[in-house]
């Protein structure tokens, strides 16, 4: 995945976490607007998210971020 898609979940979920604490669990859609204006961005983090990790529709907010900050 590429490295801008990583800096703007490990931002997201920052701001979920300092939002709504430790616990919070975010879906893959967190991560999108609602709109499907970049279907390639859309289908590499749902790769990154479903295929490379086998990660459930809700996750939470700390695993995701760790995930992205390990680079895998």
Known sequence: MRAQFRTKIIEICDKKIADKGENVGL????????????PEALMEVAEWWILTHQLDHFEKAQKIKSLAQSGK
């Open 27 to 38: 879906s893959f859609y967190a991560f999108f607007s609602n709109k499907n204006n970049d």
